[in-house]
């Protein structure tokens, strides 16, 4: 199975069901289309992010896609703002499949010209981890070593 790595807090708040939606300058490519993905939680310091993303509801807004429960990401992003550690890195958090990519501008989302992300990847059929699997990641899309069941689904 395939698996990708995405930046903290991102990749909890798509293990929760809050972010359906992951933001790239490129389409998907064809191949992992409909195919299950291991979601694993990178290892760059949330901090930031996390700060940023309260601070800025339009990029709150923006990052987690059209339908996300944006009450609910920010419950979840000012309990980690005082206690980052409690965001998993280095570790796999669930799985998904990746649905047909749509440019961000036929959503209905307004793209400065010259500006990523323009591509809107659907994370579709979540099944979240009762626990992170700790596990070293990869940029792009890169093979997930490890036994599903192994992983606990929940």
């Known amino acids: ?6 930046w903290q807090p991102w990749a909890s708040l798509i293990a929760m069901g809050i972010k359906t939606v992951e933001w790239r300058g490129w389409p998907a490519p064809r191949w992992v289309v409909g195919q299950r993905l291991v979601i694993h939680a990178g290892m760059t310091d949330p901090r930031g992010h996390v700060r940023d993303l309260l601070v800025s509801e339009a990029r709150l ?21 005082g206690r980052p550690f409690l965001l998993p890195r280095g570790a796999g958090l669930c799985t998904v499949v990746l649905g047909q990519p749509k440019r961000a501008d036929l959503l209905g989302f307004t793209v400065p010209a010259g500006s990523a992300p323009n591509f809107a990847w659907p994370l579709e059929e979540l099944v979240a981890w009762d626990e992170p699997v700790d596990c070293r990641g990869a940029q792009g899309f890169w ?5 599903l069941d192994g992983a606990r689904p929940a």
């Open 1 to 6: 199975m395939k698996a990708l790595t995405i």
């Open 61 to 81: 807004r923006g990052s987690l896609g059209p339908q996300a429960d944006i009450a609910k990401a920010r419950e979840a992003l000012q309990q980690w703002s």
């Open 143 to 147: 093979n997930w070593p490890l036994p």
